[in-house]
């Protein structure tokens, strides 16, 4: 069942350089989406979220983009730190209200080289 | 800032044999879930928890699975007879009245020898 896939399970970027973190879904019920950071023995930390009726949420150097159509999201970093290393994962939220559960993706994990 | 604690962090047990892992949720929040991750594979749900009744659940949540909220406070989930397969890190999280954002501990990692 691959309902969110993240295709990319590593990327590595420099220091203060974009990255970009790609994510697509299958379920167009789906109404929530988020990302979560994780670190090695750590629990997932959220970290940024968009809902389906936007297609752009932004705080700090952290961005998400929606498009609905390519059931495609992103998550861009700027610039990106040696302390953004870590696990990403994609999720997404099904059902109302909030007890949806989440559905994850495999996970990409983030090599920011100084 | 409030968070989700998990005991303990570390439980090993031989097949067949009972486990309970506990979880605090952050204390205003309602809804409370279990996830698991085996190693090397997606975070799986497992069980949703709303108004001391399940809510939903997987596949993976069979009849040697069970959960509870035994004192407002704290949040369990019951492995009746463990089995190898059910060696995962399991992760509780919870969210609030108002928000989407489910706020996860930071696990409790399961060994089944």
């Known amino acids: 069942d691959q309902q969110v896939k993240q295709n990319s399970p590593s990327l590595s970027v420099q220091e203060g350089r974009i990255s970009i973190l790609n994510c697509d879904y299958t379920n167009s019920m789906f109404d929530y989406f988020l990302w979560y950071k994780k670190y090695p023995a750590e629990g997932p930390t959220f970290l940024i979220s968009?809902?389906?009726?936007?297609d752009k949420n932004e705080d700090g150097r952290f961005t998400v983009f929606l498009n609905k159509s390519a059931k495609h999201l992103s998550l861009h970093i700027v610039p990106s730190q040696p302390g953004d290393s870590a696990v990403y994962f994609c999720?997404?939220?099904?059902?109302?209200?909030?007890?949806?559960?989440?559905?994850f993706g495999q996970g990409t994990t983030l090599q920011v080289k100084p | 800032e409030p968070e989700v604690t998990q005991t303990p962090s570390h439980q090993v047990t031989q097949m067949g044999q009972e486990v309970i892992l506990r979880c605090v949720p952050i204390s205003n929040h309602l809804y409370f879930y279990w996830y698991r991750q085996i190693l090397g594979q997606k975070v799986e749900f497992l069980v949703s928890?709303?108004?001391?009744?399940?809510?939903?659940k997987s596949e993976i949540f069979d009849d040697q699975f069970s959960v509870e909220r035994p004192d407002g406070s704290n949040f369990t989930l019951k492995i009746r007879s463990t089995k190898l397969e059910d060696s995962a890190m399991y992760f509780c999280?919870?969210?609030?009245?108002?928000?989407?954002?489910?706020?996860f501990g930071p696990g409790t990692r399961l060994t089944v020898l």
């Open positions: 999280a919870s969210v609030g009245r108002l928000y989407n954002e489910q706020f």
């Open positions: 928890f709303y108004n001391n009744e399940i809510s939903e």
């Open positions: 999720a997404a939220k099904e059902g109302s209200g909030n007890t949806g559960k989440l559905i």
């Open positions: 968009i809902s389906s009726i936007k």
